[in-house]
């Protein structure tokens, strides 16, 4: 089957210090998403910045790299709302009103590295009722087995679609260790039918790239996730993490997707993208979610 490459190409904490390739303003992030698109990459998971590099959440800065991107290339905008650990949760959920055709959806806090990533349970079921209604398709970025589980009982509550999509991400401190082990045990734990690719942060990210492309699943690639090609040698840029990527697909006899079959594999629901106008203002709140039924069995000792 063929293979999603999703180039994330900013992510929320490498600045221009620490590799001067990373792109932070609207153009440069349209640019390097279109050269990324050139080598193969069918998704663009992206993070907005302000001027000092900082995340944002803003929505004027959101639009703009959007329309740049559209204009450039026809790749599938996935937006973070992950965004950056300082940014408020509120902000960060709003990003998906300008309908993205994916956006990511975290389903836990977490410690991340020195910084806490916080994303509160009655929080994430009102983004996830959101994201039903205005279409956006959620990536689940799921970083220890809890994690799942939670995504589980979501679908449970009816609000997650199937297809799931799962991104298994490994390597941040206060999330699972970046292992094959790790990672053989969250393939073997997801739900039949979902799709899903390794989002492997720091040195593990080629040999648990490869790893999970062996096994079927899709594959990341940018200087979100790593700023070196190899120890020692700074990546030039998202578009040499892309072909890198592309050779190991090719090199394990799988063809790389087009946007169009990327759709398809991802059952990404047709319509909601940037040719859509926005939602202008500020959003309509949807209907409130309630709260987990409890006790439930995700509450039980596994
Ligand atoms: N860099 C990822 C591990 C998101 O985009 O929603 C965390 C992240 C989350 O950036
Ligand atoms: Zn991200």
């Known amino acids: ?78 937006l973070s709302t992950g965004v950056g650990l300082d940014v408020p949760y509120e902000e960060r959920a709003r990003l998906v009103e300008l309908r993205p055709r994916m956006a990511t959806l975290n389903p836990c806090s977490m410690s991340f590295g020195p910084g806490e990533f916080r994303n509160p349970p009655l929080a994430v ?49 206060g999330g699972m260790a970046a292992t094959p082990g790790n990672l053989l045990t969250m393939v073997s734990r997801l739900p039949a039918g979902a799709v899903w690719q390794v989002i492997a942060i720091g040195r593990a990210n080629l ?41 190991l697909v090719r090199d394990l006899d799988r063809s790389v997707a087009s946007v169009a079959e990327a759709e398809t594999l991802l059952a990404l629901p047709r319509g909601p993208d940037v040719r859509r106008p926005p939602v202008p203002g500020p959003p309509v709140p949807g209907p409130p979610v309630p709260g987990p039924p409890v006790p439930g069995p995700h509450a039980q000792p596994t």
């Open 125 to 173: 079921r009102r983004l996830a009722a959101r994201m039903r209604e205005l279409d956006v398709r959620p990536e689940l970025e799921i970083y220890d087995t809890g994690h799942l589980e939670v995504c589980l009982r979501l679908q449970q509550e009816d609000l997650l679609t199937e297809p799931l999509q799962f991104s298994i991400v490994l390597g941040v401190q």
């Open 1 to 78: 089957m063929s293979a999603v490459i999703t180039v994330a190409t900013t992510g929320p904490i490498a600045t221009k210090a620490d590799n001067p390739a990373l792109p932070t303003t609207p153009e440069e992030i349209a640019a390097e998403v279109e050269a990324a698109y050139q080598a193969g990459a069918a998704v663009a998971h992206v993070h907005l910045r302000d001027e000092a590099q900082r995340p944002t959440a803003d929505l004027a800065i959101a639009r703009r790299v959007m329309e740049l991107i559209a204009s450039r290339c026809p790749i599938l905008v996935q």
């Open 207 to 247: 040999q648990l790239t490869a790893i999970g492309l062996a096994l079927g699943g899709n594959a990341r690639a940018g200087l979100e996730d790593t700023l070196h090609l190899r120890k020692g040698e700074l990546a030039a840029g998202n578009r040499q993490l892309v072909e890198r990527a592309v050779r």
